[in-house]
């Protein structure tokens, strides 16, 4: 048992009875003729081979074998595959698995709707698929037994993917530009602005998406050629478009009476909305319409845009606008003494100053001390202003009214009150260089005390200063600042005088090697200064070298004879690093003298050692 040829599936376990008691059961299962050299039946024989036949005998003692009997040819096959996911709904692909139960076989399937057999390709992997409308068909083949049933799977849908959106939303300035992608490649993104929903009809959308008025929601899908369309993807929430701010010239600052301030929109349709008491503008605040004039101090401009189908403007403030009162202007009358020049004006004894101040219902106040000017300072009552100090003075003045800032304060000209002692001279003239020293005159006019510093300090009180007797040298290295002052019992000082000398380390000076002697043919002298990098220039003649001389070469100034007498060199040498050190002083040599060869002399003795 069973009786039954099949078909089975994976395998079957057949059942052998003898009904005689004792007996012993022997079978075969290739098809041969049992016998008792073949097996014995001890139990269920499992079968897993199609057109296995058993055939069995019985033997019992003292009986003879009983006739063989013989199943029929069962047939085997394997079990259905199994496909996993059967079906479903899938964005961009799906990968599907197929096992069989059956130990031994393998797989073929098709996606084609095509009934799978041993020629279609093999299962070794998942497979993977990206189109939509796919049905999946599978058979098991087992080389020995029949092809398994087929299988069939539901349909498969492949979707694209969703529609993503960059921004998602958010609140934007005159317009957003908004990207859709799908991550589904090649896939084309169809999307309306108008809150209908998008299907594989609507039109492609060109990116990016510029939306323009506030409210705005977009839906998009994605399709592609051999997918399903994707599912609707909408922006999480509506676009926020602002109106684009106003723009706003000068931007605050500091002015003089008054500014003029204009207000522009690059949206041609925009109204612009402002306030001056620094309060945030709304639509019921005053309209631009013609430039604002700001003659108050303090003023903060704020102003808004609103235009059609956008949310107001962000607001825009202006930095502080300051508005002085304007500047003082003076005049200046008197007897004039000397030129006027570099803001300096020299007068006898007094001088007259007028002041005048350009903004309505202004007061002017000033100094004549070199101090800023306050309300508490001196008032200016419309009459000359009088400065009859000897020296140098300034009026200083500043404007003041009501709503302005003060003005910046004003200085006049220098003015400079005669008598003044006059002025010494320093001597040299010529600033240098000088190398290690200069020697300084000071020439005054007779009866006058001079003071003198060369540490820069101002010679009329400095505590460095020295009265000037006789002239005096100056060795320090570097740039030295000589200051004086002459003074008069009677008149003021005199200006200070200033020259700055420029005086320069000297170079070490050459030295030579040989320096004199008596040579015979030629002889090289060589030349070397202790300073780094200083150059040597030469003379061969006993004339003085310069700049234009020549320069030490290396390997020393070659002197040799003409051939036919002596000759007597005397060389001079000095030593530059301009422009850091003055050159150093001129090495002379002595007298060199570079004889000829004695060829006869030289003969003579050559005959002398032979004998």
């Known amino acids: 048992e069973p009786a039954s040829p099949g078909p089975f599936t994976d395998s079957i376990h057949i059942t052998i009875y003898c009904n005689t008691a004792g007996s012993t059961i022997y079978f075969t299962d290739n098809g041969q003729e049992p016998s008792v050299e073949s097996a014995v039946y001890k139990g269920p024989i499992a079968v897993t081979k199609t057109g296995t036949v058993i055939k069995a005998m019985a033997v019992a003692t003292g009986e003879s074998d009983s006739e063989v009997s013989s199943s029929p040819a069962y047939e085997m096959k394997p079990f259905a595959p199994v496909i996993s996911p059967h079906t479903g709904t899938f ?21 084609d709707g095509i009934t799978p057999t041993a020629a279609s390709p093999l299962y070794s992997e998942p497979v993977a698929f990206s189109s939509t409308g ?10 020995d037994m029949e092809d398994s049933d087929v299988v069939e799977s539901a349909v498969f849908t492949i979707e694209a993917a969703p529609p993503t959106f960059d921004p998602e939303g958010g609140t934007f300035t005159n317009q957003a530009e908004v990207s859709i992608v799908s991550a589904t490649a090649g896939a084309e993104i169809r999307c309306t602005t108008n809150g209908d929903v998008p299907t594989e009809s609507t039109d492609v959308c060109v990116m990016p998406v510029v939306v323009t008025t506030t409210g705005t929601m977009i839906k998009a899908v994605a399709t592609k050629e051999g997918m399903s369309v994707s599912t609707v993807s909408s922006l999480q929430s509506a676009f926020v478009i602002k109106a684009v701010p106003p723009s706003m010239s000068p931007d605050g600052g500091i002015f003089t009476e008054s500014s ?29 319409t013609q430039p604002i004039v700001i003659e108050d101090t303090g003023t903060v401009v704020k102003a808004i845009a609103v235009a059609d189908g956008k949310a107001p403007s962000e607001p825009v403030e202006s930095k502080l606008f300051t508005v002085e009162a304007g500047q003082v202007q003076f005049e200046a009358v008197g007897i004039h003494w000397g030129d006027e020049s570099d803001g300096k004006a020299g007068y006898v004894e007094q001088v007259k100053v007028h002041m005048t101040c350009s903004t309505e219902g202004s007061s002017i106040y000033y100094t004549l001390d070199g101090s800023a000017p306050t309300v508490s300072s001196p008032k200016y009552n419309g009459e000359e202003a009088i400065d009859h100090t000897y020296g140098e003075s300034t009026v200083q003045a500043v404007c003041m009214a009501p709503g302005k800032a003060p003005s910046p304060v004003a200085e006049s000209n220098v003015f400079e009150i005669f008598q003044r002692d006059a002025a010494p001279e320093i001597l040299p003239k010529a600033l240098g260089p000088y190398v290690t020293s200069v020697e300084i005159t000071i020439n005054d006019l007779p009866g006058s005390d001079v003071r003198v510093t060369t540490d820069g300090s101002d010679p009329t009180d400095s505590p460095t200063a020295t009265p000037y007797r006789a002239p005096f040298t100056i060795a320090t290295l570097g740039e030295v600042e000589v200051k004086a002052v002459s003074s008069r019992q009677g008149k003021a000082d005199s200006l200070v005088v200033a020259k700055t000398y420029r005086i320069l380390e000297q170079v070490k000076p050459v030295v030579m090697t040989p320096s004199s002697g008596i040579f015979t043919h030629e002889v090289n002298v060589m ?42 060199y005397m060389v001079k040498a000095y030593a530059s690093k301009a422009p850091d050190m003055g050159d150093s002083d001129v090495t002379t040599s002595a007298d060199i003298t570079v004889q000829p060869r004695s060829e006869e002399r030289r003969v003579g003795k050559e005959c002398r050692s032979r004998w």
């Not at 961009?92 to 098709?110: D, F, K, M, P, Q």
């Open 527 to 568: 030349m070397t200064c202790e300073t780094p990098g200083a150059i040597i220039r030469y003379t061969i003649d006993g004339s003085e070298p310069n700049a234009a001389s020549l320069p030490y070469p290396e390997g020393g100034v070659h002197l040799e004879d003409d051939g036919t007498k002596l000759l007597h």
């Open 260 to 288: 003029t301030v204009t207000l522009s929109s690059s949206n041609p349709t925009a109204k612009i909305f402002y306030t001056l008491d620094k309060s945030t503008p709304t639509a019921e605040s005053a309209v631009y």
């Open 91 to 111: 964005v961009e692909r799906v990968a599907i698995e197929i096992t069989c139960a059956t130990a031994g076989s393998v797989i073929h399937y098709s996606l």
């Open 134 to 143: 796919i049905v999946v068909k599978a058979i098991a083949v087992h080389p």
